[in-house]
T-cell receptor, first 115, second 109 residues
């Protein structure tokens, strides 16, 4: 099993450009999520999904869109990149929804720099 | 408000024992996770506590006191490969995770 696969690993954008971070999992997990990680701060939830066709906003959703057309894929779109979106992005999934023991499996991360 | 506090950085010696503390104030509680994150890599699951007490898993143990809003991760027989950041995360009543900023653990020979 590949687990959670994120692409690209590194990306440099100019302010105002758009791009999509890809995330795919092959574990048939219902729950998928996107986090950003910034120095000195905890992981912050951007968007999440509890199943195909269902998405919801997390703590910091502004400037990002998501969709969940299949169980496997959960892309994150940056609509108009801003320097404040420079960060490391992690996609994570878990088998269970709405229970305590939602152990997350993380992708390897995508390091995004916006100039 | 929601808050999770962990020390920013700790240093320990190879072969020794280190305790990393985590205190939290959150909207409800459905459990607490510890994750390990090596530099430049993804977080990986270490432990889950939902009841008070100590959970032991090899060299790593995790303790929870719900009444005190407190947890610690205990690492024994430290190895150089234990150099990493350790993330504490609490599951709130709505089953969302709130993450601490992480504790960077430096192991010296």
């Amino acid at each position: 099993n590949a687990g959670v696969t994120q692409t690209p690993k590194f990306q440099v954008l100019k302010t105002g450009q758009s791009m999509t971070l890809q995330c795919a999992q092959d574990m048939n997990h219902e729950y998928m999520s996107w986090y950003r990680q910034d120095p000195g701060m905890g992981l912050r939830l951007i968007h999440y999904s509890v199943g195909a066709g269902i998405t919801d906003q997390g703590e910091v959703p502004n400037g990002y869109n998501v969709s969940r057309s299949t169980t496997e894929d959960f892309p994150l779109r940056l609509l108009s990149a801003a320097p404040s979106q420079t960060s490391v992005y992690f996609c994570a999934s878990s088998a269970e929804v709405g229970t305590g023991a939602n152990v997350l499996t993380f992708g390897a991360g995508s390091r995004l720099t916006v100039l | 408000g929601q808050n999770i506090d962990q020390p920013t950085e700790m240093t320990a010696t190879e072969g020794a024992i280190v305790q990393i503390n985590c205190t939290y104030q959150t909207s409800g509680f459905n459990g607490l996770f510890w994750y390990q994150q090596h530099a430049g890599e993804a977080p990986t699951f270490l432990s889950y506590n939902v009841l008070d007490g100590l959970e032991e898993k090899g060299r790593f143990s995790s303790f929870l006191s719900r009444s005190k809003g407190y947890s610690y991760l205990l690492l024994k027989e430290l190895q150089m490969k234990d150099s990493a950041s350790y993330l504490c995360a609490v599951i709130e009543s709505n089953y969302q995770l709130i993450w601490g900023a992480g504790t960077k653990l430096i192991i010296k020979p």
